[in-house]
């Protein structure tokens, strides 16, 4: 099974070595809900990734990392993103882009509205 850890979050996002470990979990736990619902299986290369992107995102939205994060790193390599998103609600983060990106090229059209 290709899903996250709380290892590969406080990695990802350092700012989550101050919250506990079981908190962290949960977080994962809902996320792979979601992703799976959604119709992404446990098993797919990326399912990971999307888990550690939802995950961060739901910390940020529900207050548990400060600020937007504007960056992220997976063992040597990191990356830094740009200002807050210019969207509103709770869909605004980098890390909600970063999710709903990598679900899409998954996905590709399926689940999506065309108007």
């Known amino acids: 099974m290709a899903v996250a850890s709380v ?3 406080t990695r990802m ?8 470990s079981g ?3 949960l977080y994962l736990d809902d996320a792979q809900n979601t992703i799976e ?4 299986v446990s ?9 550690r992107y939802l995950c961060a995102h739901m910390f940020q939205v ?3 990392v400060s600020g937007d994060i504007k960056s992220k790193s997976v063992a040597d390599v990191s990356v830094s993103y740009g200002g807050a998103s ?7 983060t980098n890390w909600y882009k970063l999710y ?6 998954i996905l590709g059209m399926k689940e999506r509205i065309l108007s």
């Open 37 to 40: 619902l959604q119709g992404i």
């Open 13 to 20: 996002v350092p700012e989550l070595s101050a919250i506990d």
């Open 86 to 92: 210019s969207q509103s609600g709770a869909f605004s």
């Open 43 to 51: 098993t797919n290369d990326s399912f990971a990734q999307l888990q």
């Open 100 to 105: 709903n990106d990598l679900k899409t090229s």
């Open 62 to 64: 529900n207050g548990l």
């Open 7 to 9: 290892n590969d979050m």
């Open 23 to 25: 908190t962290i979990q």
